[in-house]
Nanobody, 118 residues
Framework: VQLQASGGGLVQAGGSLRLSCAAS????????MGWYQQTPGKQRELVAT???????NYGDAVKGRFTISMDNAKRAVNLQMLSLQPEDTAVYYC?????????????WGQGTLVTVSS
């Protein structure tokens, strides 16, 4: 399973960005997808997750500002980020929890950098 993330970039504080992540490969069933963020010296932190049934969960820092959605084919996830702040600056990694003939596994994308200037 491969994940291709896109949409990162440089934005001013108060601006918005939309991240996308598309999954391909041997996907029997997409159980959930989501995003984590990582800054230097820190562990990855949950940004948002969405299950195939549409249940969502957000990190406390982004609640009310970010919205996660999954496409109808359950092969891509988007993260709409509003009111971005400098503390949102990080590398954002998408992930997918997939069930296939190998069992249930978690796959990661390559990361996309979001930089928010003050």
């Amino acid at each position: 399973v491969q994940l291709q993330a896109s949409g990162g970039g440089l934005v001013q504080a108060g601006g918005s960005l939309r991240l996308s992540c598309a999954a391909s490969g041997s996907i029997g069933r997409m159980d959930s997808m989501g995003w984590y963020q990582q800054t230097p010296g820190k562990q990855r932190e949950l940004v948002a997750t969405i299950t195939r049934d549409g249940w969502t969960n957000y990190g406390d820092a982004v609640k009310g500002r970010f919205t996660i959605s999954m496409d109808n084919a359950k092969r891509a996830v988007n993260l709409q980020m509003l009111s971005l702040q400098p503390e949102d600056t990080a590398v954002y990694y998408c992930y997918a929890v997939v069930s296939n003939n190998l069992g249930q596994n978690t796959y990661w994308g390559q990361g996309t950098l979001v930089t928010v200037s003050s």
